[in-house]
């Protein structure tokens, strides 16, 4: 590998990019003459079948629940190693990023819900409780050096929590019909995952050959394959190396994180993005729908996490991050408004099966939401304070580098 591929791979905005590129690609063919062409790409047929056992899906869904547990994978093993050894592991540590992430989460909810309460529509209330990290990432690495590493170490506590969120809602919320017998192949599969870690099994291969079955096993039980790949990461070990001699999870965290920043999230992206314009009027723009996402994202979002924060710094429960003021922290609270992927992964859960019309609104009111708390976001981080060069800011910055995706 280059150094220059490396560099890229390491560098926050370049996801953050490629997430932007795939999502305008797919909503200029999808308000092109090529849309048949691509409503025919994400409906290509794709079965696997071994003996009696098949998966058979549109592409489209292939992505959503087969490359998105990859993604939930990752996150799992980011979440693993923060609260084993990280940024999560110290209860003071946790206090302030712990109360934005629920405020976060419960104040997009409510306002969603208070504009959605009855109906299909209400289906929807988790949608703008989500934060797409690598485009909030991808936003704070345009002004990291004018902003205190405490800030971006905040940012990923948040995201961490939110992520995990996201797990619980669609583990409660968006499972149905469970198949008694499926489950049970996957908690066998679970503990077969256990035993091997704690025979000190080294071997990556049979961790992922036992995780392919438990994926397989939860596809077919009615709780969303996602959440596969987040369970089967708590039994990857922390502490034991591999054959060459490196940490076997933290290994397997940087060998999966550029494919998927540089591909799963892109492609996902792509896929769910391609939102028709034509025939919009003010009407879709007011719909219920389309207003609960975009008001959950930019408003919820900003005074659940900011108003939150400061009621408990001023309460002497938690402390400012380090170096950070209250204008650069407003502008933190905006990044987590940019809901984008996650958003859109919710609003597929929220409304499977249901008229293609929720699913329209569902994208305007992510992007409308992600687009404004975006672009607030870079207007008042614009007007943070001189390049910080404090040696303890110098001291920290490398044990950054390495970025999470959400």
């Known amino acids: 590998m280059t150094k220059v591929y490396r560099a890229m791979i390491q560098h926050d905005a370049a996801g953050g990019v490629l997430l932007v590129f795939a999502a305008v690609l797919a909503m200029i063919l999808a308000n092109s003459t090529l849309l048949p062409y691509y409503d025919g790409f994400l409906s290509v047929p794709v079965s696997v079948t071994i003996d009696s056992f098949e998966i058979s899906k549109p592409l489209l869904l292939w992505i959503n629940d087969g490359l998105m547990a990859i993604f939930f994978?990752?996150?799992?093993?980011?979440?693993?190693?923060?609260?084993?050894?990280?940024?999560?592991?110290?209860?003071?540590?946790?206090?302030?990023?712990?109360i934005a992430a629920v405020a976060g989460i419960a104040i997009p909810a409510l306002i969603y819900y208070n504009l959605n309460p009855q109906g299909i529509a209400s289906n929807g209330w988790a949608i703008p409780s989500a934060t797409d990290i690598a485009f909030a990432l991808g936003v704070f690495a345009l002004f990291s050096k004018h902003?205190?590493?405490?800030?971006?170490?905040?940012?990923?506590?948040?995201a961490i929590m939110d992520d995990i969120g996201a797990i619980i809602i669609i583990a409660l919320f968006y499972s149905s019909d469970l198949s008694a017998l499926s489950?049970?192949?996957?908690l066998g599969g679970l503990v077969v995952l256990l035993l091997l870690n704690r025979m000190g099994v080294r071997d990556v291969a049979a961790y992922l050959l036992v995780g392919l079955v438990v994926w397989a096993a939860v596809l077919k039980s009615g709780v969303h394959a996602t959440l596969a790949g987040f369970a089967i990461a708590w039994f990857i070990p922390l502490k034991l190396n591999n054959e060459y001699g490196d940490p076997l999870l933290k290994q397997m965290e940087h060998s999966i994180q550029p494919w998927?920043?540089?591909?799963?999230?892109?492609?996902?992206?792509?896929?769910?993005?391609?939102?028709?314009?034509?025939g919009i009027t003010m009407k879709n723009l007011f719909d219920p729908v389309t207003l609960g996402?975009?008001?959950?994202?930019?408003?919820?979002?900003?005074?659940?996490?900011?108003?939150?924060?400061?009621?408990?710094?001023?309460?002497?429960?938690?402390?400012?991050?380090?170096g950070a003021n209250w204008r650069e922290f407003y502008g933190v609270s905006l990044l987590c408004g940019i809901g984008f992927t996650m958003s859109l992964f919710i609003g597929t859960l929220a409304f499977e099966n249901q008229d293609v019309s929720y699913m329209?609104?569902?994208?305007?009111?992510?992007?409308?939401?992600?687009?404004?708390?975006?672009?607030?976001?870079?207007?008042?981080?614009?007007?943070?304070?001189?390049?910080?060069?404090?040696?303890?800011?110098?001291?920290?910055?490398?044990?950054?580098?390495?970025?999470?995706?959400?």
């Not at 994978?73 to 712990?98: D, M």
């Not at 902003?147 to 948040?158: D, E, Q």
């Not at 489950?183 to 996957?186: H, P, Q």
């Not at 008001?295 to 659940?304: D, E, I, S």
């Open 360 to 406: 329209h609104s569902v994208k305007i009111g992510v992007l409308l939401g992600s687009l404004l708390s975006a672009i607030t976001a870079v207007m008042v981080l614009t007007k943070s304070r001189k390049p910080v060069t404090s040696a303890c800011t110098r001291e920290l910055r490398p044990s950054t580098s390495t970025s999470s995706y959400s």
């Open 260 to 278: 998927v920043a540089f591909l799963i999230l892109p492609l996902f992206a792509f896929a769910n993005a391609g939102v028709s314009f034509a």
């Open 293 to 322: 996402i975009a008001l959950g994202l930019f408003v919820g979002k900003q005074l659940g996490i900011f108003g939150s924060c400061w009621l408990a710094v001023k309460a002497g429960i938690a402390k400012l991050p380090e």
């Open 183 to 186: 489950l049970t192949v996957a």
């Open 147 to 158: 902003l205190p590493v405490s800030l971006k170490l905040f940012l990923l506590s948040v």
């Open 73 to 98: 994978f990752l996150v799992g093993l980011e979440v693993k190693r923060e609260v084993f050894e990280g940024s999560l592991s110290s209860p003071q540590q946790v206090i302030l990023p712990g």
